[in-house]
């Protein structure tokens, strides 16, 4: 009866034909096998390992990269509210929304003053009062 060993050589003590008549596995065949046995096992044991650290990498990046997207949302979102906020209590002057617009287009800030002065004049002082008054 053939039995064979953890390697998958026949083992020592194994009685099957072949080995009786001395086709045994030598020594050196043992030990090569058996060192091929461990590297087998020492590479399984570290792809296993390389596995649960690979997807515990995965889940730590997958986690990180939902946070800066959601904070990357959540920055998006306040930036729309203060803005709001600015433009509802900001008022509306024409000569001031010029002269933001002209500065932004990169006009120095006596080129945009004299802009808005030539479009837009000031507006005259009120009735009754005088430079006398004041």
Known sequence: MKTLDDTGLHAVTCACAMCEAGYRPTMKQRWAARQAL???????????AAGVAGEARKSAAARA?????????DVRFTDRKLEELRAAERPRDPRTELYLALRAEGKSRSEAESIVDLRCPSEPPEEGITDEES
């Open 65 to 73: 990269a939902q946070s800066r997207l959601s904070l990357t949302e």
């Open 38 to 48: 461990d590297a087998r096992k020492r590479r399984l044991a570290a792809e296993a």
